[in-house]
């Protein structure tokens, strides 16, 4: 996978597809490969999308459940590469809106929901390629995005939150296996929390709300949000990510900072990171994987 | 451990220390061990216990860290058999009131504090013991508040609820050696759930807010909490228990039912544990711990 250092603009192979969920990221992405020299057509997803940025670019809509729409309109684009990006929560069935290419596929994609996150995502992987499409991750045709090794930030990890980040990455491995969440929190080698379908930005709150009630172990200050990939994750489709957001849920829980793993979680608006981290005095740590 | 089948009253070893943390179970406990012959001396935790239900019976209130005024009393009192029973947070350090037999100790404890909920735990065990007592479980002189095998109420697992119960213990048993929580929400082989510091209730009641949001996957009627004790966790001390309030959380997050490992969880108040399975249409169920 040479291509995850070098972007992937290869406009022979067409317009790039960018099947956008929530968020800004979409756009960040769109406009990086558009300044590569690659034009992008949009598919924003209803419900999720930012209807005002997507109007800047080529864009067709599309509900979750149509994928016979989508593969008509990718081939009339004349798009083969798909990059999926942003946010999209786990559909209640009921809520799809299935087209007739979909009902095709529906035995299928039944039994892609009665699995877990990543068993979901890599039958939608699978089928685009059966499709003849292309998929690709984000960071891919945008390395950028990713998280770098090292410190963001005034400031650093402390031996204590170096025990913390360890520790948080084997409880992490542990729970591997079982498609759960990508996230814990570790304080003094106590786990105060674990997502799971909450996500991280819950998780994190939830946490502040214990401390406030004097429910925690630990003191302000220390304690460590560690974040990393699942081990069976498909990293073209499902990249953990953070964002200024994350940093003020771990401002807000008095956590000593966050630790990621390098090169393998996206940072959402770099900048103001930074900034939030700065002014709230945490740590932003980019780890290697076998540290 | 032959003890856990038949009650122990040994009233030669003096009357039986009861540390009451908050809850009914404390006096439920009490009563059973006084019915049957031995009396006993109430150690109600300032904060926790219930000061109404306590007048009953001889007691001594106690603070938090008084460990020295504890052992003291327990010894005017002829104690030579503790059991501590009824929920007690764990405390910050700096809520804490230290005496001076407490200080003494303050090294060790403070070791005790930088580790999980069993090390703290286990580290009080021995304490006692090194003091010339002896530590017995709330279900070694009360063998019928554990949950027995099989079904209570009048609803049974179904083969999906059985899928998603081993997969619960599945995580559970990864999580083992990390001193983490000990209950799980599983719906369809998808982990809804997993409890570190919120406690059972919270866990519940956060699944249930995520269903009325449409943020699950999985339908309502599906899905099992599963409790266990940890692998690692002294049975004498801290055992997960179940009551009313868990079976109106299991119902209000819309799941089937709860599994919890067959004699070592306890039931609080089983009258009622039943009486809103069947109005909740829930199952309660004690599997076999190799199943």
Redesign the interface.
Known sequence: MTRASTPCVESDRGPLALVCGGGSLPFVIADRVVRDGRPVVLFPIRGFADAVAVARYPHHWIALGQLGRFFRLLRSSDCRDVVMIGYV???????LRLDFGTLRLLPRLISM?????DHLLSGVARLLEEQGFRLLGAHEVAPEILMPEGVMGRFAMQPRDQADTA?GF??LT??G?????QAV?VA???????E???GTD?MLA??AQ?RQQ????S?PGVGVLVKAPKPSQDHRLDLPSIGPNTVAGVVAAGLAGLAVTARSVIVVEPEAVIAAANQGRVFISGVRAND
């Open positions: 929560l786990r559909p209640p069935v009921r809520a929901f009665r699995g877990g996150d520790y084997s409880v542990a729970m296996p079982f498609d759960i969440g929190i003094d080698r106590h786990v105060l929390a674990i799971a379908a909450e819950q939830r946490v214990l004097n429910r925690l172990p003191q």
